[in-house]
């Protein structure tokens, strides 16, 4: 149960409560500075946190508070301009109106639940736009939709956030009408606070950006008339499976949206503490403005498909990343001051960029005049998805095109070639028939949510810090590094990540669907579904997720962490319990055979305890 609920209901009913004691006049009065100090700290929240990302230091004490700018930002205006309301008011009306009894007690309860109401939705704002944890306070709206496209879908008891982003953003469009409505700047204020929280390492990365820390330098467009989506969206160079996404209302985008990319330029103040720029799928969008039936303007924010980025340091050489699994980070390489990014998002026909907003910060963007326009300087239109990855990987694409030595061209031809068998285990097939936690070891009274009995694993899930399973040294008594097993099964680890011979985007070029089983079949056709895994990198960075339950086996493709060839750092091991003695003679994905192992099974006999 996320504790927001708790805090939103707890402002509501305390409230309700202390203005039926204050009698209706009172309550209104109050109800009537609430509304207004909600206004009027909308209207300064960008100039106030702006003014305390550009004045405050990033390093010391104070780098917390400049990292809550967004926060501080809403919240001080907040209770300034409420508290002066109150206090101008109370000294020009300082008596009460003396109404009946039940009016008092109903009409106050009322106002002052609805003064609660926006109380609470600007507490909760403010406290989601501190520098916290992803998962602060267990309350998450934005979740994964088809494709693993960010969609806006949770929502607290009382949704008091929506309440107060939906009531002052058309009143922005209304009654405060203006050319900079919040309506039309930030159509989805509400997600805005975990749209800053959305960090690497679950909230531990940088969640703020100084204006001077990024630039928009390049605009592009790929395809060319009559062009769909579809297929813009399809294969690429690095990919050749077709790429699903929706808005972030989980509905289509429409079948003529074009590709639009946008290339920043990093600044050496926008690194976290390690030297790189670390970058989120939440932590970026594109603003657009719409027309509807009635010629009302609409804004729509849109988040992006894919990155480009430079892959290799040396030879330099660019790369693109797809935004198509959950928590994928494209983190910078190389030691330049400068890092060039670009970001590709589906764009409506008819809707006109306006701004770009990095880390909470605004970047407006003129496509109608200026460098960045159809004729600008700093546009180029590609003709197909072919013309656009060609000019990639030697930065022709972010307008910084690199000039390759004799020696580099002959490396970039001819790469080194890497084992990709396995990360963990290095067994023929990336298949590991022993019974082991991919060679990591658990403390005893560190196994949080893993149930155990002795140095085995029964059943449970928990997630570890990497660092905390290394194991040496340990006193054999203390470990645990088995799965519990019986005398006529055997343990069986096969390795998924990208790039290992398992892959599961294999399967997925292949044409396997999301409902198909990830099974092991032996030689006498028994087919075998895993019963757990374990995932490094994919929950955060250097954090590994084990799941064992031999009682509820994982039963479709859908059911598994999503791989990306966007995290080459992550890797998943998928766990298996079959019987032994026997001989494994593929890994199958649905019909999909993924790996068949040349023609020779690999065997799998009983594992005695260790």
Known sequence: ?????????????????????????????????????????????????????????????????????????????FAASLALLRAGLDKLLPSNVVVEPAVDYVGGGLCGAAAGIITAGFTVMSIGMLRMDTEFGGYRRIQPGTGNAL????????????????????????????????????????????MLRSTEGGGKAMNILVPTGARVVRRYRVGAEGTTLQQLLGGDQWVSSQQTVVDFHGEQFPPT????????????????????VV???????????????FGRTVARDIFPVAAVSLANASPRQYGRWRFDAPNLFVSSVGGATELLFGFEFPVPPNATP???????????????????????????????????????????????VIQYTQQEINELRNPTQTQTTNRVFGQRGGVLARNGIANYIIQRGTEQGLEVQGSRIIQGEAVFNANTLDGRGLDRALRINQFLNTTTTAIVLVDVSIGAENDLE??????????????????????????????VNMEGRDLVKIRYFPSDPITSLADLPTTSRTRPDQNLYLIYRISAPSQVVSFNVGDVVV???????????PQPDR
Request: proline share 5%; with cysteine.
């Open 354 to 400: 306006v701004a770009l907003y990095i880390k909470g910060t605004r970047y407006d963007i003129d496509t109608q005049s200026g460098p960045l326009a159809d004729n600008g300087a700093s546009f180029t239109q590609y003709a197909s998805v072919r013309d656009r990855d060609a000019r990639i990987p030697n930065g022709g694409l972010t307008g910084s």
């Open 1 to 77: 149960m996320p504790y927001m609920n708790l805090v939103s209901v707890l402002i509501i009913l305390g409230l309700g409560y202390l203005w039926v004691t204050r009698g209706f006049f009172s309550a209104l009065i109050n109800l009537i500075c609430v509304l207004a100090a909600g206004a009027l700290a909308l209207a300064f929240w960008e100039p106030t946190s702006m003014f305390l990302l550009k004045s405050l230091p990033s390093r010391g004490f104070l780098n917390f508070v400049q990292q809550s700018s967004w926060g501080l930002g809403l919240a001080l205006p």
């Open 506 to 535: 294999i399967a997925r070029e292949r044409g396997a669907n999301l409902s198909d089983r990830v099974q092991l079949v032996n030689d006498q056709n028994d087919r075998f579904d895993p019963i757990g895994y374990i995932s």
């Open 151 to 194: 969609v806006s879908q949770g929502k607290l008891w009382i949704p008091v956030d929506d309440i107060v982003a939906g009531l002052y953003g058309r009143a922005s469009t209304g009654v405060f009408n203006n050319s900079t409505a919040l309506a039309h700047y930030y159509p989805n204020l509400a997600d805005v606070p975990e």
């Open 257 to 276: 949206s074009r590709i639009e990319g946008y290339v920043i330029q990093f600044e050496a103040n926008s690194k976290e503490k390690n030297g790189q």
């Open 279 to 293: 970058i989120g799928h939440a932590q970026v969008r594109l603003l657009v403005h719409e027309q509807d039936d």
């Open 595 to 605: 790996n068949a192992f040349g023609g020779e099974p690999i065997d799998v006999q």
